[in-house]
């Protein structure tokens, strides 16, 4: 899939079919997350890549806006060191394993982002890192509609030059 058709494509998939991720496909999402460029280089991430079904539905139970990660066949758990450009950088890294995730066919969406404390303890996070998201991967339950997205027209999100000047 073309980057841009994947961008205007994406959408939040929140039931999964009963499927085995490939695990070239599951490295694949791990590599693009890696390679995904930070702040000076710091890489402030680490990723805990978890396909124990057990252990997807206690991570299920422990995230109050996400009890479907206990259906999905994979999760990554997306942890950050305390650094100033942390949430920015494992951000970026998690846009793009949704990207490349999708693009192969497989759904996610970003769950969490505040109270994850006892997610870490679970998975034994050293102290210094902080769970910024868990993101549950599978193929989606049902037909969606690629790109029919409710998104606000572009003229009223970009300027050109300067504010309020219209992008045409």
Do not use: C
């Not at 499927?19 to 496909?25: A, G, L, Q, V």
């Not at 066919?105 to 210094?128: H, Q, R, T």
């Amino acid at each position: 899939m073309e980057a841009f058709e994947a961008v205007r494509t994406l959408l939040a998939v929140r039931r999964y079919l009963d499927r085995p991720i490939p695990e070239n496909i599951v490295q694949k999402i791990v590599e693009s997350g890696r390679l995904t460029g930070s702040a000076m280089n710091l890489q402030p991430w680490t990723f805990i890549v978890v396909q124990d079904r057990q252990m997807l539905r206690r991570l299920g139970a422990l995230a109050r806006s996400g009890p479907y990660i206990a259906d999905a066949p994979l999760a990554i758990v997306v942890a950050v060191e305390r650094t100033g450009y942390a949430v920015s950088d494992a951000s970026r890294a998690i846009h793009s394993m949704l990207l490349v995730a999708w693009s192969e066919g497989v759904g996610s969406n970003w769950v969490g982002f505040n109270n994850l404390e006892k997610v870490k303890a679970l998975l034994e996070i050293p102290a210094g890192f902080d769970v910024l998201a868990i993101l549950p991967f599978g193929y989606p339950a049902s037909k969606i509609g690629r790109g029919k997205k409710n998104r606000k027209p572009l003229r009223a999100v970009a300027h050109r030059e300067r504010y309020g000047q219209p992008f045409e």
